[in-house]
């Protein structure tokens, strides 16, 4: 089964507006990545945070952490068309680096 | 660096057929994973090595192999193939104390 629940499953917005996706998850952690994937192609790593941090930023990336509800959010300001991808969180499920387990996916779609 | 290389980017077999695709990197990473991923779903981890010559098993195994006889190299068999292994594979792998996976381009497989 999979560890991480991703919500919405599916997600339209308008250039510029910002685009929230968020994962959650079942067992304990170490870390927490977010990955892209556009279409057709393999995931690209986008950030990572880790169990004892609470916020990070990358650009015009924003991810927070809350292991107390086993969650996590995914915050894209100021979107742009080259969004348009799916979204996965993945964790290590308190395994290692070798054993990710991912979520479903947000796909979002940015209308120009 | 080429990165993650997989090939063939497509395949079609028929039912009991077996095939390898095959995943080489050139980064130097001691992990390497296979995973699979259906219409509409997040990745699911089928093996795994943590070195070579260390492989094993992920959360769908069933009706696949792995070896790892260099650290560049972590071919996956398809013993018979089926129709529920219709999918796209993807490779990835990861080290240096990382916890990013890089990810190949993916195989499109059709078992018919």
């Known amino acids: 089964s999979q560890q991480g629940e991703e919500d919405p499953q599916a997600l339209s917005i308008q250039e510029g507006e910002n685009a929230t996706m968020n994962c959650s998850y079942k067992?304990?952690?170490?870390?927490l990545q977010w990955y892209r994937q556009n279409s057709g192609r393999g995931l690209v790593h986008l950030i990572l945070i880790r169990s004892n941090e609470r916020e990070k930023h990358s650009g015009r990336l924003r991810v927070t952490l809350d292991t107390s509800k086993k969650s996590s959010s995914l915050l894209i300001t100021a979107s742009r068309a080259a969004d348009t991808a799916s979204y996965f969180c993945?964790?290590?499920?308190?395994?290692?680096?070798?054993?990710?387990?991912f979520g479903q996916g947000t796909r979002l779609t940015i209308n120009p | 660096n080429a990165g993650v290389t997989q090939t063939p980017k497509f395949q079609v077999l028929k039912t009991g057929q077996s095939m390898t695709l095959q995943c080489a990197q050139d980064?130097?990473?001691?992990?390497m994973s296979w995973y699979r991923q259906d219409p509409g779903m997040g990745l699911r981890l089928i093996h795994y090595s943590v070195g070579a010559g260390i492989t094993d098993q992920g959360e769908v195994p069933n009706g696949y192999n792995v070896s790892r006889s260099t650290t560049e190299d972590f071919p996956l068999r398809l013993l018979s193939a089926a129709p529920s292994q219709t999918s796209v594979y993807f490779c990835?792998?990861?080290?240096?104390?990382?916890?990013?996976?890089?990810f190949g381009p993916g195989t499109r497989l059709t078992v018919t």
């Open positions: 990835a792998s990861t080290g240096g104390g990382s916890y990013e996976q890089y």
């Open positions: 980064m130097n990473h001691e992990y």
């Open positions: 067992t304990s952690i170490n870390n």
């Open positions: 993945a964790t290590d499920a308190g395994w290692g680096a070798q054993k990710l387990v």
